[in-house]
């Protein structure tokens, strides 16, 4: 059983947390929580949730009508609010503060199940600010999704958290000369239950996804309010761009829980014209597969954070602290040799686009994102490298020795 926030001994209480919180800076990562809310899974991890049922994002590959490609893009992207948003607090209510990357970690892995291989890449690609960049492939499909985000925080009676960045669906259609894109913006979202010391999310605002085909989606959020509603509540309409009057279909229903597709506008009798209830007990998550710590790079996020996470398992905060600081220190040093060389750090999966985005130019205006990708608040306009990626994995992996450098080098290990 875990212990309640504000029973837990030693490193400052929860109420300590939430006086430190009201005069909040709005940077994430220097909110010191007390010890039994950290997280020993790092934010690099995240990325993993955009695909944890990879038939349903590889399934719009084998649709031909347009429409419906675009409904099954919907489809796929409200069945990751859960595992975005809820799945490290099932129970709701103990959502922790996730390990901050140091720029340059990896988190690598791929799912095997119904829709082939699917791999994903993550990787810390800027510090300050904080920002990770991934990309998401089904092999046998050529489904990929790519996308960065950061976090700009405020404080205004809760922890509210506006996301920056976006992500980008290409899928190919059979037959066609170009496949789909889909441009992606990211809720927003705060947190609930800080006053009663069990965190969790709510998702709020609206959010869209628009297509190189002339389709748009808007998803509303809204939560429980005082008087009405339920828990993690959304509606969301497809439309021929431009033209949200014209709905071809809608959605309701609560994305930790079950929602409804039905075709054409909202009508009143909720039985008509459904094409799908989604319910995510129906449908099990596929695992993750990576490689066992000892095998992967010394970047690669759980074998690099392996101290730390073992010192949070014990409570050991000692340790905790020691080993973050080797991390923090290594870094800091490796950026002022970096600086005195004139050299930058070389992601290894990313470039940031120095011209700019076609995807943005067409579709950005849409759903109001700029074509800069807003790269002032996330260090760059970041896209995966397919060049750097297949230099990545055609490198044999390194030997005990080299990795022992790499680790004291880069992670003061
Ligand atoms: C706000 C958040 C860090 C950011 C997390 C993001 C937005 C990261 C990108 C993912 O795709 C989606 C996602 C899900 C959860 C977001 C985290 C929830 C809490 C965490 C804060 C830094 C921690 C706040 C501390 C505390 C104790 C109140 O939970």
Not at 5 to 29: E, H, M, R
Not at 252 to 275: A, D, M, R
Not at 305 to 315: D, L, S
Not at 372 to 385: E, I
């Amino acid at each position: 059983m875990e212990t309640p926030p504000q029973q837990a001994a030693g490193g400052g209480s929860w109420g300590a947390f939430l006086k430190s919180i009201a005069s909040f800076n709005g940077d994430l990562s220097s909110l010191t929580a007390p010890p039994f809310i950290l997280s020993a899974t790092s934010l690099t991890e995240f990325s993993s949730y955009w695909c944890e049922h990879p038939p349903v994002f590889a399934a719009p590959a084998k649709e031909t009508d347009p429409a419906k490609r675009a409904s099954l893009v919907l489809k796929w992207f409200l069945t990751t609010l859960k595992q975005q948003y809820a799945s490290r607090s099932e129970q709701y209510g103990n959502e922790k503060k996730p390990l901050n990357p140091f720029l340059g970690e990896l988190f690598l892995g791929k799912w095997e199940d119904d829709a082939g291989t699917t791999e994903l890449i993550s990787e810390q690609v800027s510090h300050h600010p904080p920002a990770t960049a991934y990309n998401i492939t089904n092999l046998p499909t050529g489904v990929r999704l790519e996308g960065y985000n950061a976090q700009k925080a405020s404080f205004s009676k809760t922890i509210n958290i506006k996301q920056i960045g976006h992500a980008v669906l290409t899928v190919p259609v059979p037959g066609a000369a170009e496949p789909d894109t889909y441009l992606i913006t990211l809720p927003s979202l705060h947190i609930e239950g800080l006053i009663f010391g069990s965190p969790f999310i709510e998702l709020d605002g609206s959010s869209y996804i628009t297509s190189s085909t002339g389709y748009t989606a808007k998803i509303d959020y809204s939560g429980k309010g005082w008087l009405s509603g339920k828990k993690n509540s959304l509606t969301a309409v497809l439309y021929p761009t431009g033209k949200e009057k014209e709905v071809l279909y809608n959605v309701s229903g609560q994305w930790t829980k079950t929602f409804e597709i039905h075709s054409g506008p909202v009508k009143s009798n909720s039985s008509s014209n459904l094409v799908e209830i989604w319910d995510p007990e129906k449908t099990p998550t596929s695992k993750l597969i990576i490689e066992p710590i000892e095998k992967q790079h010394p970047l690669e996020s759980r074998r690099a954070w392996a101290k730390v996470a073992a010192g949070i398992a014990k409570g050991d905060l000692d340790s905790v602290g020691v080993e973050k600081s080797k991390i923090e220190n290594a870094q800091r040093e490796l950026r002022i040799k970096e600086k005195a060389a004139g050299r930058t750090w070389e992601r290894h999966y990313f470039t940031a686009l120095t011209d700019s985005d076609p995807v943005l130019a067409r579709l950005g205006p849409v759903v109001s994102l700029a074509e800069h990708g807003d790269a002032d608040k996330t260090g760059g306009l970041w896209r995966f490298d397919a060049e750097k990626s297949a230099k990545a994995h055609s490198e044999p992996a390194l030997s005990d020795e080299e990795a022992a450098k790499v680790a004291k080098e880069l992670l003061g290990q």
